[in-house]
């Protein structure tokens, strides 16, 4: 899975919880999840199981604190993925 | 013994120690007891007082609990006191105690009323604890077996 489809998948997991529909129109790898998506940080671990369970993974609650934008989130997974 | 257990994570309490360590108190406590509790799951019930002032506005004349009340109270049971004791099983009692449940994130059905008198028993049920984050399925029946609401409700412990 190459790094665009991985990130189509990204953004279609954080989409039920963005709440900045704009910052979503015009989203990129350094788009915060936070900050720019406006997705409440409660959600976090809702969006991490999600990730795990889309791409059939397991993330290190460790990891998780190094994820800002929507291309950290891209580049752990692919990490992941090998 | 006693002691001891405080100091050492990984201790399992006991229902009626979840129970004490629930921060909420009357007149906004909605657990009488817990009467089930393991790492999956928790069973609690409470019985409405036909005294509780809510019932004055809701409604006059023709009371009726509150749908946020019965939120609150399946919350108490399947997130607050529920995380209490997933809390307790991997933190030391001085931890647990330093931390408060703050209610994240909740969709619930109702399905069925709850009126003066009634006694309600609340089972949640568990999704995920993860970053001191519980989320939990839970469900709420009245004496007689009918559900009354039901959904998933989600608490993040945090510093008090």
């Known amino acids: 899975m190459d790094q665009s489809e991985i990130m189509g998948t990204v953004v279609k997991i954080l989409t039920p919880w ?26 976090l671990v809702d969006v991490v199981i999600a990730f795990e369970d889309e791409f059939d993974i397991e993330i290190e609650d460790e990891d998780v604190d190094s994820v800002n934008s929507v291309g950290d989130a891209v580049q752990l997974i692919s990490g992941k993925l090998g | 013994m006693a002691e001891e257990n405080r100091a050492t994570p990984g201790h399992a309490l006991k229902p009626e120690e979840v129970l004490a360590l629930v921060p909420q108190q009357p007149p906004f406590r909605f657990i009488d007891e817990i009467i089930e509790l393991d790492s999956e799951h928790i069973v ?69 009323q709850v009126l003066p ?44």
């Open chain 2, 44 to 112: 609690a019930q409470y019985v409405f007082r036909e005294e509780s002032d809510f019932y004055r506005g809701h409604f006059p004349g023709r009371p009726i609990t509150p749908g946020v009340i019965l939120i609150e109270t399946m919350a108490q049971a399947g997130v607050v006191a529920f995380g209490i004791y997933l809390y307790a099983l991997e933190f030391s009692a001085e931890e647990v105690e330093s931390m408060l449940t703050v209610f994240t994130d909740a969709s619930v059905d109702f399905s069925g």
């Open chain 1, 18 to 43: 963005v709440k900045n529909e704009d910052a979503l129109q015009s989203v990129s790898m350094e788009t915060s999840i936070l900050d720019d998506l406006k997705v409440n940080s409660a959600r």
């Open chain 2, 117 to 160: 008198g009634d006694r309600v028993t609340t089972t949640g049920r568990l999704k995920f604890f993860r970053r001191k984050k519980l989320k939990a399925e839970v469900e709420m029946r009245l004496d007689d077996g009918t559900v009354v609401c039901s959904g998933e409700l989600s608490g993040m412990g945090v510093p008090r």
